[in-house]
C-alpha cells in the first residue's frame, strides 16, 4: 500500500509566511480601499517550498494509471497511443503564441492547418462541408441537430423528434434533448444491430433525424445501414451518423457510402489527442452539399493554389446554426490531427481499421470460453462480453473491472451498453501489441478463478480502494477551511 499523498494545504499547514505577510502588506499599502474591503488575516493560500511542490505533483503524477503506463481498454473512449510528434507540434511557438484575434493576414500558417484538415476529413468521409469548431463530439451532436432542425424549418416543415437505438451512446439522447427534441428509442435486433422492422414502426412525419452510431457500441457493423438509410429517408428525417467509432473504419469505407447526411469525428479518439475526464477535445462536423449552408460559422476558405493559395475566414452565411463556441475551435488538437494524418498517410489510416479490428477479435477469441461475447459475429474495433457468468460465481462485472486494477491494468468500460448484463466492453485500440493483449487475457482468465472474496474487495494495490463514486458530485468540497 502507497502511503496517502496529503493535499497542498495540509502540507502547508501551519505554514503560512513570506508570501501571505507580502500580499497582506499590498492589501494594507492599497490605501484608497475601504476598510471592509480589506483582508483582516493571509489569505489561506498554502505556501511550502518549490522543491515540495515538484515533489508533491511528481509523486501525483507517478500515480496516474493512463495510455503511457498501462493497458488501458476503456470501451468506447479509444485511449491509443498519441505519438508525441503531435505533442511538440502542438506545443511549439507557431501554435502557442497564435491569438485568435488576430487578422486573417497574421494567421495564414494556422488557416492553412483547419483548411488542410478540414480538406483531408471531407475526403475520408466523402462529405463535401466540414466544420471544426465543435470541442467535442458531443457538441457536434448539439450543433448538426441544431443544422437539421433548421433544414426542416426552410422546407416549412418542424420534425421534433430523434430515433436513437438503444445501444447508443449516452450523449446521444442527451444531445437531442439538449436541441429541444425528442427522444424515440428503437430496441436492437437478437443479433445485436438496428431493427429495421422496429425502426419502420417508430418512425412517423415527426421524426427530424435518425441517430446511428456505426460500428455500433456493441463493437459490430451495422450491416443494415445503408436500408435504415432509406426507411429514414423515406420517412422524410435526415440521418446522422455518430463517427465516434471511425478508428474501425477510417480510410477503409467512407461513410457517405452508408446513406449518412450528417456525422461528427472525434479527432481526440480517432487521431489522437491525449483526452480523459473531459478533454480536450475536438469534433468535426461532416455533412452533405444540402446541409452545408447551416454549419456553423466561420468557415475557412481558400483562394488560388500552390504558393499564390490565401485563407479567410467566411462569416457571411446568412443560414448557418452560428458559433458553438469562442474563435475556431479546439486549435491544439486539430493541430494534432493533422499532423497524425500527415504521419499516417492514408495507406497507413487503412491500417490502422485493420489492426483495430484485428485486435478486438484477438481478445474477444481468447476470452470466448472465459468470458462470451454478448453477440456473435465478428467484432470492429471493440468488444462487449457478456459478464452473466460473473454473477454466477457471485461476483460482477465491477468486481472484475476493480480486480483488473491490481493486475496493472486499466479498467475496461462496464455495464454500458445497457442491453448486456453485466457488460465488459472492451476496446484494446489498434496500439497495443499481441504480448499486451495475451497479458490481459491471461489476467481476465487468473481473476476469473480467484475466490469471489477477493474480487469483492479489489482493488487492493492501489493507493485507495472502493471510492464513493458520487459522493465528490453530491457534496463537492471547493473551499478549503481557512
Ligand atoms: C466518445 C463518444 C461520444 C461523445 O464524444 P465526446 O467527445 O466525449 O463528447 C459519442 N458517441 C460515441 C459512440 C462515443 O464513443
Known amino acids: 500500500m502507497i502511503a496517502e499523498e496529503p493535499l497542498l494545504f495540509e502540507l502547508a499547514r501551519g505554514k503560512a509566511g513570506d508570501y501571505a505577510g507580502v500580499i497582506k502588506g499590498l492589501d494594507s499599502a492599497a490605501s484608497g480601499l475601504p476598510a471592509d474591503a480589506l483582508r483582516s488575516g493571509p489569505p489561506p493560500i498554502p505556501e ?15 500515480r496516474n494509471a493512463g495510455v503511457d503506463t498501462q493497458f488501458y481498454p476503456l470501451g468506447s473512449c479509444t485511449m491509443k497511443y498519441n505519438p508525441r510528434i503531435n505533442e511538440d507540434l502542438a506545443a ?63 422546407r416549412g416543415r418542424d420534425p421534433r423528434t430523434v430515433v436513437v437505438p438503444d445501444t447508443s451512446h449516452g450523449t446521444n439522447p442527451a444531445s437531442a434533448a439538449l436541441c429541444g427534441l425528442k427522444v424515440s428509442q428503437v430496441p436492437s435486433g437478437p443479433d445485436g444491430l438496428l431493427d429495421l422492422e422496429g425502426l419502420r414502426r417508430v418512425l412517423s412525419s415527426d421524426t427530424a433525424a435518425l441517430m446511428v452510431t456505426n460500428p455500433n457500441t456493441l463493437g459490430m457493423f451495422e450491416t443494415g445501414m445503408a436500408k435504415a438509410a432509406r426507411i429514414a429517408h423515406d420517412a422524410g428525417a435526415l440521418v446522422y451518423l455518430d463517427g465516434a467509432n471511425m478508428n474501425a473504419q477510417v480510410g477503409v469505407m467512407r461513410p457517405v457510402e452508408s446513406g449518412a447526411d450528417i456525422m461528427h469525428f472525434n479527432l481526440h479518439k480517432t487521431f489522437s489527442t491525449p483526452h480523459g475526464s473531459g478533454g480536450p477535445g475536438a469534433g468535426a462536423i461532416a455533412c452533405i452539399r444540402e446541409l452545408e449552408p447551416y454549419l456553423p460559422k466561420p468557415i475557412v476558405e481558400r483562394t488560388g493554389t500552390g504558393d499564390g493559395s490565401a485563407y ?64 456473435p459475429g465478428p467484432s470492429m474495433h471493440e468488444v462487449v462480453l457478456n459478464g452473466k457468468v460473473l454473477k454466477e460465481r457471485g461476483t460482477s462485472a465491477l468486481d472484475l473491472a476493480k480486480r483488473l486494477l491490481d493486475h496493472g491494468f486499466h479498467a475496461p468500460t462496464i455495464y454500458f451498453p445497457h442491453i448486456v448484463p453485466e457488460a465488459v466492453m472492451i476496446e484494446p485500440t489498434e496500439t497495443e501489441s499481441p504480448a499486451t493483449l495475451d497479458a490481459f487475457v491471461s489476467a481476465v482468465k487468473a481473476i476469473m478463478d480467484e475466490d469471489p472474496a477477493v474480487l469483492g474487495t479489489a482493488p487492493h494495490e492501489t493507493p485507495v480502494g472502493r471510492l464513493d463514486e458520487v459522493k465528490a458530485a453530491r457534496e463537492p468540497v471547493l473551499r478549503w477551511p481557512a
Open 92 to 154: 511549439s511557438p507557431a501554435v502557442t503564441g497564435v491569438h485568435p484575434l488576430w487578422g486573417p493576414e497574421m494567421i495564414q500558417g494556422a488557416l492553412a492547418v483547419l483548411w488542410e484538415t478540414a480538406r483531408r476529413l471531407s475526403e475520408i468521409s466523402g462529405f463535401p462541408g466540414v466544420s471544426l469548431q465543435p470541442a467535442a463530439g458531443a457538441q457536434s451532436e448539439l450543433g448538426s441537430l441544431m443544422m437539421i432542425r433548421r433544414y426542416h424549418q426552410d
Open 48 to 62: 511550502i517550498s518549490e522543491l515540495d511542490a515538484v515533489r508533491h505533483f511528481t509523486r501525483l503524477s507517478r
Open 312 to 375: 479567410r475566414l467566411q462569416y457571411d452565411r446568412p443560414k448557418s446554426v452560428g458559433r458553438l463556441g469562442a474563435f475556431h475551435g479546439n486549435f491544439a488538437v486539430v493541430v494534432r490531427a493533422l499532423a497524425y494524418l500527415l504521419r499516417t498517410g492514408s495507406d497507413g489510416l487503412a491500417d490502422v481499421a485493420r489492426h483495430a479490428v484485428l485486435n478486438a477479435n484477438y481478445v474477444r477469441v481468447l476470452l470466448a470460453g472465459t468470458l462470451p461475447p454478448a453477440y
